[in-house]
Nanobody, 127 residues
């Protein structure tokens, strides 16, 4: 069983930054793929970034490469998403997700591959 709790959302202006956190509660933190997804208002959910807890391998959606950074603190069982140069198109509910095992680039952004989800945290970017 894996429980996920997101925090850190809020409202910022274009060009601003936010850092999201996802606290992961589980007996075994290793060998888990963790990911950030987002769902803009009226749009489909999309994968943003993923990380494999054992190796630290990361994948990013093209729309956030160079602006967002996914990371983890293994000692705290916490995943982060540092979001820089935010723009209104980044406005969405952001969710963290988890599944045991490694998801490669081709599958890490398919939400159906994840077994556990957090409740989400809202990010709003104003122009």
């Amino acid at each position: 069983q894996v429980q996920l709790v997101e925090s850190g959302g809020g409202s910022v202006q274009t060009g601003g930054s936010l850092r999201l956190s996802c606290a992961v509660s589980t007996r075994t933190y290793s060998a888990i793929t963790l990911a950030w997804f987002r769902q803009p208002p009226g749009k489909e959910r999309e994968g943003v970034a993923s990380i494999f807890t054992s190796s630290g391998a990361t994948y990013y959606a093209d729309s956030v490469k160079g602006r967002f950074t996914i990371s983890q603190d293994n000692a705290k069982n916490t995943m982060y998403l540092q979001m820089n140069i935010l723009n209104p198109e980044d406005t969405a509910m952001y969710y963290c997700a988890a599944v045991r095992g490694l998801l490669w680039a081709g599958t890490s952004f398919n939400g159906r591959n994840y077994a556990y989800w957090g409740q989400g945290t809202q990010v709003t970017v104003s122009s």
